[in-house]
């Protein structure tokens, strides 16, 4: 597998549920699993509306954009074809709302952080990070959001298993619980993902449900 069809199948895809709510993003191998298994279907924007596909259409689709490709398509390539990678699919019968709580995991408290060390200020690829307890473990401190922090190798050793103020070293923002997902919030800033505006907005993500 090359690394480009590699790099889209990774990439992320809305899904709705049957009454066109977001619910959850997934990767797109994991989106056409669930087009091949006909419990979805793609939701594309064609002028300003949106269209519903199968799979067999939406193959149909693909070849036609093929003729005019623009910067923001990924695509896949099959034995027989090349196919567009969409940006949003639907549930055809799943309609619950998802739990309100993001999910406590490294990849959400680096998405939260904008894989930015929270003492020097500097954004390192994820492999060149670690999370830190700015409450060492040794000190009674806990694997909760207020208190893990992504941190750079040079300013994890610098700290060790002391306080920041005892290392000389200042957190530029205090940690926090999200109240959505940061995954979403960063992938929105991405032009590619613009669909996803018209079912995933501020209000939705974060207005208290009573």
């Not at 990767?27 to 199968?54: I, K, M, P, W, Y």
């Not at 009674?140 to 700290?159: F, H, I, Q, Y």
């Amino acid at each position: 597998m090359s690394a480009a069809v590699a790099s889209a199948l990774d990439s992320s895809v809305l899904v709705l549920n049957k009454l066109y709510l977001p619910i959850h993003v997934v990767t797109a191998r994991r989106a056409f699993s669930l087009l091949c298994r006909e419990v979805a279907e793609v939701v594309c924007l064609e002028d300003d509306r949106f269209e519903t596909h199968d799979l067999e259409s939406w193959c149909q689709v693909s070849a036609l954009r093929r003729q005019f490709p623009d910067d923001d398509s990924d695509y896949v390539r099959t034995v027989r074809i090349e196919i567009l990678v969409p940006r949003i699919i639907r549930l055809l019968v799943y309609d619950r709302l998802p739990e309100r709580a993001v999910k406590f995991n490294r990849r959400n408290v680096y998405a939260r952080d904008e894989s930015r060390c929270q003492y020097c200020g500097k954004r390192f690829p994820t492999s060149e990070l670690t999370l830190d307890h700015v409450v060492p473990r040794a000190r009674g401190g806990s694997s909760t959001w207020d208190n893990l922090v992504c941190c750079c190798v040079a300013c994890n050793a610098r700290k060790g298993g002391r306080l920041p103020e005892d290392a000389g070293l200042r957190l530029i923002r205090k940690p926090y619980k999200p109240k959505r997902s940061p995954l979403i919030r960063l992938t929105l800033r991405d032009h590619r993902y613009r669909s996803w505006r018209h079912f995933v907005d501020e209000a939705y993500w974060s207005v208290e449900l009573k």
